[in-house]
């Protein structure tokens, strides 16, 4: 991947540092082996044998002969493909059960339509798709719309729509998934036990998953990730919420991974996407994880501040969450909208988290790259957290946030670092190795002056340890807004600065006339910077940063002056060629209209 180039170009970063310049060691990336090609499109079905499950005419009898065939269906020593005639209703409920697959060969279910009237390969869905699907269709609280069961492998979904019958569902709240894979639940009552029961190999390709709006309906997840090798992509998940409860687009608790999600429309109140934050019976962190590609979306509909408020006030967080996970990347993505309300409204939040009962001590989030992604109207870009006082998770290692464009920043502050050593914590360790190089990261252009930190900085540890240890802000440009660089560290309870200068290398922050002079752990970040003061915005040398391009102009004091040469801030055109297409030319938020199901 494109990915690989840029760890590439990290490393000669670090051989090239300057004396005394802290750079951290940079994470390592996914692992291959996803043993899936899902980006490439169906597989090859030549000599499968073909199943047609037609209309009787009543959805629960349609149900029962898809069940039916689903159970009759092989995959040794060939495989099966169960085609759904295009707008044919078929219950919730259905499960996908355990077989054993010959090498290659899949249970295929997908639409009946023509591929001519269904999108290409590889390209996402959209609504606009809804009436070449069959329907799988939802009508009892807690109910699955496809439940996929312990060890079963090698399922591939495509052009299917799966939601809720909303006349059914009107005024409920459901905790149930659209697609719920290996369901997730810890202990003595648990459906899948250990990592050999995992499901595996299953892939959503163009899948259409949708909860209510309009009426308004509590629905818990779009897709439950508790999988090996599975994959989402080139689909649309949408109007996934619940007062006073976390849902997500996708979320994934009880899984080793790999995951691939990639070219996805996501959009849910509390996290789009979460993972961790629950009891695993893996004994391991999710692994192996990539996310490319994907719009990260909330409506502002959903937003009590908003004036186009639908009037339900959901449960919002943010927008990508990781309480565990290893070997991630992040990658040409696009993160619109968070507010403030049941969290701070930052888009990314990396915090390593057990589910506070101690189960699981090894949960961590470490070696995660974000680089290459589009984040707008949001409170915050970046939330980096140690641990939790009280929990028993291990500290964070090697978090990279790389080459990302963040505008139109809120109070929520560009950049929140948080961390805590606490010997009644069972914390291991502190947080280390965590790098911010060639950001832009700014603040609303019409309102510069917003109560807000350009990087904000609490770090309390025990006597001997050091708030911060290997943290460097390099070649980055961003707004220090109201408070500036807002540090608050201690050691053994005493005030402390949160690093030194060999921290900040070449970055250029502006708005900040008489914050320039030696001293204060505020101001050091001016140190090694290539031009201080900048008055403002303008003074950065954006190429037309009022219409949106944010590139340098050779006349900008950040021109080629990075710590490899480059310009400092975002390379805008990398990240332009990363996201392009990504973000559609419009949020539709509706959906088709009402069903009769007898």
């Not at 078929?90 to 249970?107: H, M, N, S």
């Not at 290409?120 to 869905?125: L, Q």
């Not at 799966?162 to 290996?182: E, N, Q, R, W």
């Not at 900085?457 to 006597?463: I, K, L, M, T, W």
Request: proline letters at 6%; one cysteine or more.
């Amino acid at each position: 991947m494109t990915s690989r180039l840029q760890f590439a170009a990290l490393l000669f970063a670090v051989a090239a540092a300057a004396a005394g310049q802290v750079v951290p060691t940079p994470p390592t990336p996914p692992s291959a082996g996803y043993g899936i090609q899902a980006e490439l499109g169906l597989p090859n079905t030549t000599g499968y044998t073909a199943v047609t499950v037609p209309d009787s005419g009543n959805s629960a009898s349609n149900s029962a002969n898809l069940q039916a065939a689903i159970n009759a269906a092989s995959c040794n020593p060939v495989g099966t493909v169960i085609f759904l005639p295009a707008g044919v209703v078929y219950d919730g409920g259905i499960t996908l059960p355990a077989k054993t697959c010959a090498a290659g060969q899949w249970v295929v279910i997908r639409s009946g339509a023509a591929a001519s009237a269904l999108p290409a390969a590889g390209a996402r869905t959209s609504p606009s798709f809804a009436p070449m699907l069959p329907v799988i269709e939802t009508d009892a609280v807690n109910v699955d719309g496809i439940l996929v069961a312990p060890a079963a492998e090698n399922y591939w979904l495509s052009n299917l729509e799966i939601t809720i019958d909303t006349a059914a569902l009107s005024g409920k709240d459901s905790t149930a998934a659209l697609v719920d894979i290996g369901n997730g639940t810890y202990g003595a009552g648990c459906f899948v036990c250990s990592p050999g029961e995992e499901p595996s190999n299953i892939v959503l390709d163009r899948m259409l998953l949708r909860g209510s709006d309009a009426p308004p309906i509590g629905l818990r997840r779009g897709v439950a990730m508790n999988c090996a090798r599975c994959a989402v992509v080139n689909s649309w998940i949408d109007q996934i919420h619940e007062v006073g409860a976390d849902t997500q687009a996708i979320g994934g608790w009880d899984s080793t991974g790999p995951w691939l999600v990639d070219n996805n429309y996501l959009s849910a109140a509390a996290e789009n996407v979460l993972v961790g934050g629950a009891d695993s019976n893996m004994g391991q962190n999710e692994s192996d994880l990539t996310f490319t590609r994907n719009y990260f979306f909330k409506p502002l509909s959903w937003n009590p501040g908003d004036a186009g408020y639908a009037g339900t006030n959901w449960s919002v967080k943010n927008l990508l969450e990781f309480k565990s996970g290893v070997r991630v990347l992040v990658e040409g993505n696009v993160f619109q909208n968070d507010w403030l309300a049941a969290q701070s409204g930052r888009a990314i939040v990396i915090n390593p988290t057990d589910a506070g009962d101690a189960n699981n001590p090894w949960v961590t989030t470490s070696d995660i790259a974000v680089e290459y992604n589009r984040i707008d109207n949001t409170q915050g870009f970046a939330e980096v957290a140690m641990a939790v006082p009280g929990g028993s998770s291990e500290a964070a290692t090697r978090i990279a946030l790389t080459n990302n464009l963040a505008t139109n920043q809120g109070v929520g502050s560009g950049y929140l670092f948080l961390g805590v050593s606490d010997a009644t914590a069972n914390v291991t360790g502190l947080a280390t190795e965590v790098l911010v190089s060639h950001n832009t990261t700014l603040l609303s252009l019409s309102a510069p002056q917003v109560p807000s930190s350009g990087y904000e900085f609490e770090s309390e540890v025990n006597g001997g340890q050091a708030p911060l240890v290997d943290w460097a802000m390099h070649n980055n440009i961003w707004e220090v807004g109201q408070f500036q660089v807002h540090g608050n560290c201690s050691v053994a309870g005493a005030g402390s600065n949160c690093f030194t200068a060999d921290a900040w290398w070449d970055d250029l922050p502006y708005d900040t006339a008489g914050l320039c002079s030696a001293g204060g752990q505020s101001t050091i970040y001016a140190t090694h910077a290539p031009a201080c003061p900048i008055a403002d915005v303008n003074a950065i040398g954006f190429v037309n940063g009022t219409g949106g391009d944010y590139a340098l102009q050779a006349s900008s004091p950040g021109h080629m002056a990075a710590t490899d040469g480059t310009d400092v801030g975002a390379d805008i055109a990398g990240l332009n060629s990363q996201i392009a297409g990504v973000a559609p030319p419009t949020q539709a938020a509706t959906r088709r209209a009402g069903r009769t199901v007898f």
